[in-house]
T-cell receptor
Framework: RKEVEQDPGPFNVPEGATVAFNCTYS??????FFWYRQDCRKEPKLLMSVYSSGNEDGRFTAQLNRASQYISLLIRDSKLSDSATYLC??????????FGAGTRLFVKA | DTGVSQDPRHKITKRGQNVTFRCDPISEHNRLYWYRQTLGQGPEFLTY????????KSRLLSDRFSAERPKGSFSTLEIQRTEQGDSAMYLCASSLEIANTGELFFGEGSRLTVL
């Protein structure tokens, strides 16, 4: 079983749609959680951290459920520029950062 | 540009040749990581330095791979006797320990093609 699992997609959605991505992690000792965004043939960049209380950054909302070892990302009012791969990332403490394989999103006009 | 820089950006080599990649992290960052990414996969951890000390190596890092960070600044990743399975994007990242945000700052990567 992979340490971080994501639906690879692709998700094809029209502009303005709401789309949700899910992620599960296997290590219950995981300490911190993130979503990264990776554009085609570019490096990953931090999108947002994920907290147990849930957090929002503009059109993006992230949720963490430690009991179910589940992380989610909700994107509202999708833009063409949101098209990218979204990587679910778990830190086990210190330097141990594990990336999921990513979920691909295509937003169509 | 004060971000993470990697060189070369692209490398095409024949099987059996040695290749070396260089990473210059953000100057004040004491943590440096190497990851490998293949198509359709997320980055896979290879190795980690804190300052000049290599503190962790993944099982993915066979004996043909060696990494150094001699003065705690730039780092090199060498692959000896390359194999076609080594073809991938090699990503370097850095972070600042005391910031403890968990954010890794990646370079644009070095894409390796082994023929």
């Amino acid at each position: 079983r992979k340490e971080v699992e994501q639906d690879p997609g692709p998700f094809n959605v029209p502009e303005g749609a709401t789309v949700a991505f899910n992620c599960t992690y296997s290590n219950s000792a995981s300490q911190s959680f993130f979503w990264y965004r990776q554009d085609c043939r570019k490096e990953p960049k931090l999108l947002m951290s994920v907290y147990s209380s849930g957090n929002e950054d503009g059109r993006f909302t992230a949720q963490l459920n430690r009991a179910s070892q589940y992380i989610s990302l909700l994107i509202r009012d999708s833009k063409l520029s949101d098209s990218a791969t979204y990587l679910c990332v778990v830190n086990l403490g210190g330097f141990k950062t594990i990336f999921g394989a990513g979920t691909r999103l295509f937003v169509k006009a | 540009d004060t971000g993470v820089s990697q060189d070369p950006r692209h490398k095409i080599t024949k099987r059996g040749q040695n290749v070396t990649f260089r990473c210059d992290p953000i100057s004040e960052h004491n943590r440096l990581y190497w990851y490998r990414q293949t198509l359709g996969q997320g980055p896979e951890f290879l190795t980690y330095f804190q300052n000049e000390a290599q503190l962790e190596k993944s099982r993915l890092l066979s004996d043909r791979f060696s990494a150094e960070r001699p003065k705690g600044s730039f780092s090199t990743l060498e692959i000896q006797r390359t194999e076609q399975g080594d073809s991938a994007m090699y990503l370097c990242a850095s972070s600042l320990e005391i910031a403890n945000t968990g954010e890794l700052f990646f370079g644009e990567g070095s894409r390796l093609t082994v023929l």
